[in-house]
């Protein structure tokens, strides 16, 4: 009897170390995994923090241009620099030596776009008949295309068939027109003015050629 009894107490005690064994081996992998979680979920935040800054501290200049003919008003432009330096830098340099004062705009194209910014052919003063196919006295810019996309109010450089041959002019998006993206460099963005642009006046067929007077920026200026 006391043998048996023996027996029992020993079976008891190898079970509950059994027992405690599958316990112990079974809570661990969970621990660990929750743990392992918290050091990726601090390490997120200081970088999402460090990224708001970056963009509080990045200023942009705009781009004032008043318009005169069909259109009267201002258009305002937030300039791209963080996006196109060069292209931003040229357009500011173009506008602070008074070159886009009293040109036109040559091509514009109702439902897609208003082309301007031709400071050799396309001054109102002048003969205007080559208007489109002139651009500065500076070399031409290599391309800055970016992933940003050519929606209402968006301004890009025009160029030739070549990607590098942007130099003075620009033009302003009516409407979105994704088939852009990628093939021009974006510059900028209209903030204030759009019911202005709305209202320029349009050109004939196709192309899009101005006929007549067409209308011009009277002052273009850029603040910082």
């Given at each position: 009897?006391?043998?048996?009894?023996?027996?029992?107490?020993?079976?008891?005690?190898?079970?509950?170390?059994?027992?405690?064994?599958?316990?112990?081996?079974?809570?661990?992998?969970?621990?660990?995994?929750?743990k392992a979680?918290?050091?990726?979920?601090?390490?997120?935040?200081?970088?999402?923090?460090?990224?708001?800054?970056?963009?509080?501290?990045?200023?942009?200049?705009?781009?004032?241009?008043?318009?005169?003919?069909?259109?009267?008003?201002?258009?305002?432009?937030?300039?791209?620099?963080?996006?196109?330096?060069?292209?931003?830098e040229r357009?500011?340099?173009?506008?602070?030596?008074?070159?886009?004062?009293?040109?036109?705009?040559?091509?514009?194209?109702?439902?897609?776009?208003?082309?301007?910014?031709?400071?050799?052919?396309?001054?109102?003063?002048?003969?205007?008949?080559?208007?489109?196919?002139?651009?500065?006295?500076?070399?031409?810019?290599?391309?800055?295309?970016?992933?940003?996309?050519?929606?209402?109010?968006?301004?890009?450089?025009?160029?030739?068939?070549?990607?590098?041959?942007?130099?003075?002019?620009?033009?302003?998006?009516?409407?979105?027109?994704?088939?852009?993206?990628?093939?021009?460099?974006?510059?900028?963005?209209?903030?204030?003015?759009?019911?202005?642009?709305?209202?320029?006046?349009?050109?004939?067929?196709?192309?899009?050629?101005?006929?007549?007077?067409?209308?011009?920026?009277?002052?273009?200026?850029?603040?910082?």
């Amino acid at each position: 009897m006391r043998s048996s009894q023996s027996l029992l107490l020993v079976l008891v005690a190898l079970g509950v170390g059994v027992l405690s064994y599958f316990y112990l081996t079974n809570q661990s992998p969970t621990d660990d995994v929750e743990k392992a979680a918290v050091p990726v979920q601090q390490t997120q935040e200081p970088v999402a923090q460090s990224e708001t800054t970056t963009q509080q501290n990045t200023s942009r200049p705009s781009l004032e241009i008043s318009v005169g003919g069909e259109a009267n008003g201002t258009i305002v432009i937030e300039l791209f620099n963080d996006v196109a330096p060069q292209h931003v830098e040229r357009i500011k340099a173009l506008a602070a030596s008074g070159a886009y004062d009293g040109v036109v705009f040559h091509r514009v194209i109702d439902g897609f776009m208003a082309q301007t910014g031709d400071v050799q052919f396309g001054k109102s003063d002048g003969e205007m008949a080559r208007a489109g196919q002139g651009g500065s006295d500076m070399p031409d810019l290599e391309a800055e295309f970016s992933d940003k996309t050519f929606a209402r109010g968006v301004v890009g450089m025009a160029r030739s068939s070549d990607p590098n041959s942007a130099n003075s002019q620009f033009f302003i998006m009516f409407a979105p027109a994704p088939h852009l993206d990628g093939q021009y460099t974006i510059v900028g963005q209209v903030t204030s003015g759009l019911d202005i642009l709305d209202t320029i006046k349009m050109g004939q067929g196709n192309s899009g050629t101005v006929t007549g007077e067409p209308d011009v920026m009277k002052s273009v200026v850029v603040s910082e």
